[in-house]
């Protein structure tokens, strides 16, 4: 973890409840595992935070699940020479979101979104991996956190949410200072605001990337679009 996280970390671990904590350093069936639930801070320095992008929880597959919210390590290869690559096709939130964000280069135009029209873009300057695709989040400043930061089964999500609330909370007191912007997809991260004391952030809302109507979200293109998430 980096240096600058220690103090926020154990203040908001220590906020915990103390029967969760004894789950967190016991119970070996949560993903990400204890040596990796907490990679976000580890590869994002505390002072760099400019934005916090709020997830709900891991995605409910190990091999998936890697720390970060939105990142599914599963996906190796963004693009292929048809188009997206199939596990990107596969992924609904990560395939609107690389649409919209080829929109905003100017890559794709919203009345051609297929395969075909993808295939034809020059990719050379282009990343073409999930991790280059974490890193640029991470050179914008932008902290992939999720509400939750393990999963165990479905019917648990809402309790595991529950739980990491008071980490959160301290979590945030202390980048109180620097007023990172938070952005909030869909209706999970929303209820931030009505179960966290976030009001004294600037919080940017937009429909969770699983719609369809992400794709010509203006205030995404525009955000995103600002970040060049796909260029090398």
Not at 17 to 38: C, G, K, Q
Not at 174 to 182: A, F, I, K, N, V
Not at 220 to 228: D, I, N, V
């Given at each position: 973890?980096?240096?600058?996280?220690?103090?926020?970390?154990?203040?908001?671990?220590?906020?915990l409840d103390?029967?969760?904590r004894?789950f967190?350093?016991?119970?070996?069936?949560?993903?990400?595992?204890?040596?990796?639930y907490?990679n976000a801070f580890?590869?994002l320095?505390k002072?760099?935070v400019r934005?916090?992008?709020?997830?709900?929880?891991p995605y409910?597959?190990?091999?998936?699940a890697?720390?970060y919210a939105f990142?599914?390590?599963?996906?190796?290869k963004?693009?292929?020479?048809?188009g997206?690559?199939?596990?990107?096709?596969?992924?609904?939130?990560?395939?609107?979101f690389?649409?919209m964000?080829?929109?905003?280069?100017?890559?794709l135009?919203?009345?051609?979104?297929?395969?075909?029209?993808?295939a034809?873009?020059?990719?050379?300057g282009?990343?073409?991996?999930?991790d280059?695709?974490?890193?640029?989040?991470?050179?914008s400043?932008v902290l992939?956190l999720?509400?939750?930061?393990v999963?165990?089964?479905?019917?648990?999500?809402?309790?595991?949410?529950?739980?990491?609330?008071?980490?959160?909370?301290?979590?945030?007191?202390?980048?109180?200072?620097?007023s990172?912007?938070?952005?909030?997809?869909g209706?999970?991260?929303q209820?931030?605001?009505r179960?966290?004391?976030?009001e004294?952030?600037?919080?940017?809302?937009?429909?969770?990337?699983?719609?369809?109507?992400?794709i010509?979200n203006e205030?995404?293109?525009?955000?995103f679009g600002?970040?060049?998430?796909?260029?090398?």
């Amino acid at each position: 973890m980096s240096d600058s996280w220690q103090e926020s970390i154990a203040l908001a671990y220590g906020a915990l409840d103390a029967s969760y904590r004894h789950f967190l350093e016991h119970d070996p069936h949560y993903f990400p595992d204890r040596d990796n639930y907490l990679n976000a801070f580890k590869t994002l320095p505390k002072e760099k935070v400019r934005y916090i992008l709020f997830g709900q929880d891991p995605y409910p597959r190990r091999e998936s699940a890697g720390g970060y919210a939105f990142i599914d390590e599963k996906v190796r290869k963004l693009f292929s020479q048809t188009g997206l690559s199939k596990e990107v096709n596969r992924a609904t939130s990560l395939r609107n979101f690389i649409k919209m964000a080829l929109v905003a280069r100017g890559d794709l135009s919203l009345s051609d979104t297929s395969q075909a029209a993808i295939a034809s873009i020059d990719k050379s300057g282009l990343i073409d991996s999930v991790d280059e695709l974490r890193r640029n989040f991470e050179k914008s400043g932008v902290l992939l956190l999720n509400t939750a930061l393990v999963f165990t089964d479905k019917k648990s999500s809402a309790k595991h949410v529950k739980a990491w609330r008071p980490f959160m909370q301290t979590l945030l007191a202390s980048l109180q200072g620097q007023s990172p912007r938070l952005i909030l997809f869909g209706s999970h991260a929303q209820a931030l605001k009505r179960s966290l004391p976030i009001e004294m952030f600037e919080t940017i809302e937009m429909e969770h990337p699983y719609n369809h109507t992400f794709i010509a979200n203006e205030k995404a293109q525009k955000l995103f679009g600002s970040m060049k998430l796909l260029e090398k």
